[in-house]
């Protein structure tokens, strides 16, 4: 809701706006892999917020950088609002268990229910170093793929690469 105000600010006061809008990104140092990765490498028990149903559509840094290298060398765009995501949808439970599967460990997944994990996130994530906070929590508890109603990258004749490759590189 609040995303969709703010695009909608920004389409109709900046003229020449064009909004990407990418799914998870991994690759490089990411956010997602760099908190999640250690935990795996750490404990046998891995927490898996709410029941891991929720699906995902990830994407490769690589793919997005391309993409947006290649929009700015185009003439004319006559698109204003962009989705990026990778071609495989994921539950989490299965992301996870694709990372426990490449590191060739076997980790038992726990789910934590959201009204549990919630007030827990609200306060570590004002410390230092806790490796999640509430808006990352919040991807947890919805699907995040694609709408395929907006434009993506076959608007610059792309097809965006699987992200195992990222995952292996991450590990």
């Given at each position: 809701?609040?995303?969709?105000?703010?695009?909608?600010?920004?389409?109709?006061?900046?003229?020449?706006?064009?909004?990407?809008?990418?799914?998870?990104?991994?690759?490089?140092?990411?956010?997602?892999?760099?908190?999640l990765?250690?935990?795996?490498?750490?404990?046998?028990?891995?927490?898996?917020?709410?029941?891991?149903?929720?699906?995902f559509?990830?994407?490769?840094?690589?793919?997005?950088?391309?993409?947006?290298?290649?929009?700015?060398?185009?003439?004319?765009?006559?698109?204003?609002?962009?989705?990026?995501?990778?071609?495989?949808v994921?539950?989490?439970?299965?992301?996870?268990?694709l990372?426990?599967?490449?590191?060739n460990?076997?980790?038992?997944?726990?789910?934590?229910?959201?009204?549990?994990?919630?007030?827990?996130?609200?306060?570590?994530?004002?410390?230092?170093?806790?490796?999640?906070n509430?808006?990352?929590?919040?991807?947890?508890?919805?699907?995040?793929?694609l709408?395929?109603?907006k434009?993506?990258?076959?608007?610059?004749?792309?097809f965006?690469?699987?992200?195992?490759?990222?995952?292996?590189k991450?590990?």
């Amino acid at each position: 809701e609040i995303i969709s105000k703010t695009e909608d600010l920004i389409t109709k006061e900046l003229k020449n706006s064009i909004i990407i809008r990418p799914s998870i990104i991994l690759g490089n140092g990411d956010q997602f892999l760099s908190n999640l990765l250690p935990i795996f490498k750490m404990s046998f028990f891995i927490p898996l917020f709410g029941d891991g149903s929720k699906k995902f559509q990830p994407v490769s840094i690589e793919d997005v950088v391309d993409f947006t290298s290649n929009l700015i060398d185009l003439p004319n765009v006559n698109e204003r609002l962009f989705e990026l995501g990778g071609p495989d949808v994921f539950t989490y439970r299965e992301f996870y268990n694709l990372i426990a599967d490449l590191m060739n460990k076997k980790r038992v997944l726990v789910p934590v229910p959201m009204p549990i994990i919630k007030p827990i996130v609200g306060i570590g994530e004002k410390t230092p170093f806790f490796p999640l906070n509430l808006e990352q929590l919040s991807l947890f508890n919805s699907d995040n793929i694609l709408n395929n109603d907006k434009k993506g990258f076959e608007y610059v004749k792309m097809f965006p690469r699987k992200v195992i490759s990222e995952v292996k590189k991450s590990l």
